[in-house]
């Protein structure tokens, strides 16, 4: 992040100059000033700046103009207005329009001093929020869908691949492996259908006559309790994308009817007669075993190849553990506290997340990551903060065991600095964080402690109570 640099926006010389002068001397920051909204958004497209102050009232692009324009352009920069005693109600409408704060005029020169060092305090923060999302997103994303696993990017490259066809799509994997966000996915990378809806169902939700009701719609009195007509999702989906999830669980009776629609591409509502068209592309999601469920008479094998046209299958997170550390980066920024830096997770933590089943795969590494974020006091996610269920279930790797998938020096790395972690903590909790006792034991110096201590951020207090 380049310096701070700080803008006065005020039609008033005397005020411009007056302000300028007191944080150039009070903060050390480089403060330029413009003379009204014009010049301001000439200067924000020029060059960044960390805060804006404004004053509302000014000929030309007001400051009420400039917050919009701001807001409008999503510059990262924050915004303090300051505002005579006649326009309160102005002051109150920026506040609402997102803007940081505001002073009446003549502002307080300590209070105003005190309100820019909070305020490029928390804009420190957002930047750096901003930054790291980028920083993880750009590396390991496609259309919002996070991971570094070759098996991933085989689905990625996939979907690019079908993207702007109309072929329906068939998802398999276990629940929580973000089936609807690989769909989710395809419905934007179609350039034909990004603009319609892309409408959802989770079929495994409603009962039969439920269900038909939620997919065809039904008309006026066709049953008790039908008031109104109703639209269904096939209809808000046209010219869109429909998302079946749990295909697997729909009725053999509504199968039938499914089946009619995905071959005419057309059908009835309820109670109506007169068939309706429809443009959909149909993306089906299963956690089932379909050719299991065919074998038992409970899914029709003529469905079941209709929607299994192009084939999708996600790998569950126990096999995608390079992804767990970019998911929980991703987990830390979106449950950090307001104004505050996500949390870092620590080493032992780390390892637990990564050597743990998953049986509820992503969902579940999200929750855990929420219930972390929530918990901890300090910004470090220990073992404490994890569920008890994850920390107490492992998937049973063996840490030297050979995995041809991460190159050899990679591999002896990470076995070398587990090992190490655990053999210092060991020696930590034993001499209850006396560096000189420890160092005693280990047979390493005082500073090859100290050095390791902070490279691996271990807190010594933590062992002084045994």
């Known amino acids: 992040m380049g310096r701070q640099r700080i803008l006065i926006v005020d039609d008033l010389a005397d005020t411009r100059e007056s302000l300028q002068t007191l944080l ?38 007001s400051g009420m103009n400039l917050v919009h324009e701001i807001q409008a352009k999503r510059l990262p920069c924050t915004v303090i207005v300051t505002t005579g005693h006649g326009s309160i109600g102005d002051a109150v409408e920026a506040m609402r329009a997102g803007v940081y704060d505001f002073l009446v005029k003549p502002a307080d020169p300590e209070r105003l001093v005190l309100l820019v060092q909070r305020a490029l305090r928390e804009r420190t923060l957002l930047d750096e929020v901003l930054a790291l999302r980028e920083q993880i997103h750009g590396r390991h994303t496609f259309l919002n869908v996070l991971s570094k696993n070759p098996k991933m990017h085989e689905v990625f490259e996939l979907i690019s691949h079908i993207s ?36 959802p169902v989770n079929c495994a939700a409603f009962n039969q006559n439920l269900l038909e009701s939620e997919l065809f719609g039904h008309e006026k009195g066709s049953f008790t309790g039908a ?41 009835e509502r309820v109670g109506g007669a007169e068939p309706i068209e429809i443009d959909v592309r149909v993306i089906a999601a299963t956690h089932r075993n379909m050719e299991e469920l065919i074998r038992e008479g409970k899914f029709r094998d003529d469905l079941y190849f209709r929607l299994n046209v192009v084939r999708i299958d996600l790998p569950p997170l126990r096999d995608r553990s390079e992804d767990i550390p970019v998911l929980v980066s991703h987990f830390c920024l979106k449950f950090a506290r307001p104004g505050q ?22 969902r579940q590494l999200e929750n855990a990551i929420e219930r972390a974020c929530v918990t901890t006091r300090d910004g470090v996610i220990r073992p404490a903060n994890l569920p008890r269920d994850i920390s107490s279930r492992t998937n049973g790797r063996n840490p030297f065991q050979v995995d041809l998938s991460r190159s050899l020096p990679e591999q ?10 655990r053999y210092l903590r060991k020696a930590l909790r034993r001499t209850r964080g006396h560096v000189g006792k420890c160092a005693k034991i280990t047979g390493l110096s005082r500073r090859s402690i100290t050095d390791k201590i902070a490279q691996y951020k271990i807190n010594k207090t933590e062992f002084k109570h045994g």
Not at 35 to 60: F, H, W
Not at 230 to 255: C, K, N, W, Y
Not at 412 to 421: D, H, K, R
């Open 227 to 267: 008031e109104r007509k109703r639209i269904g999702r096939f209809e808000q989906a046209h010219r869109g994308t429909l998302f079946l999830d749990e295909i697997g669980d729909v009725p053999m009776s509504m199968q039938v009817k499914l089946l009619r629609v995905l071959q005419e591409r057309r059908f």
């Open 24 to 61: 150039q001397l009070s903060l050390g920051l480089e403060v330029d000033t413009a003379e009204d909204g014009c010049k301001a958004l000439s200067m924000l497209n020029e060059q960044p700046y960390s805060l804006v102050i404004t004053d509302l009232r000014m000929p030309n692009v």
């Open 164 to 199: 702007d066809t109309s072929a329906t799509v068939l998802i398999r994997g276990e629940t929580g492996t973000g089936k609807e966000q690989v769909a989710r996915a395809i419905h934007t990378a179609s350039a034909d259908r990004q603009t319609g809806q892309f409408v």
């Open 341 to 362: 830096k996500p949390p870092e997770v620590s080493p032992e933590a780390m390892a637990i997340l990564k050597t743990a089943q998953w049986p509820g795969n992503i």
């Open 412 to 421: 002896l790395s990470g076995i070398t600095s587990a090992f190490e972690q």
